[in-house]
């Protein structure tokens, strides 16, 4: 099993910045893609951005520029830097990491981006 524990959310006003944190019990050499996603009220969870144990990132469009994907492997801590923030980026945000074919989830950070 893989633990995860999600920080750094809270309320920003729009063109802020914010970086949330993404704490595992197990070491990031074992785990192969990670990400962040998203769920606003009302909507399904979306993907933010995923990298892979090699540091590869992939980003969905409503976040490419804006935001950046980066993990620590040693401190085994995932980050998600989000700058030019917008109202349409409100959402729990969840961390998610894949490991011997199974997802493990957080339990989710609160963004608010007041315009």
């Known amino acids: 099993q893989v633990q995860l524990g999600e920080s750094g959310g809270g309320l920003v006003q729009a063109g802020g910045s914010l970086r949330l944190s993404c704490a595992a019990s197990?070491?990031?050499?074992?785990?192969?893609?990670m990400g962040w996603y998203r769920q606003a009220p009302g909507k399904q969870r979306e993907l933010v951005a995923t990298?892979?144990?090699?540091?590869?990132?992939n980003y969905a469009d409503a976040v490419t520029g804006r935001f950046t994907i980066s993990r620590d492997n040693a401190k085994k801590t995932m980050f998600l830097q989000m700058n030019s923030l917008k109202p349409e980026d409100t959402a729990v945000y969840y961390c998610?990491?894949?490991?011997?074919?199974?997802?493990?989830w957080g339990q989710g950070t609160q963004v608010t981006v007041s315009s």
């Open positions: 197990r070491s990031f050499f074992i785990i192969n893609t």
């Open positions: 998610k990491a894949e490991w011997l074919n199974n997802d493990y």
């Open positions: 990298i892979t144990r090699g540091g590869s990132a």
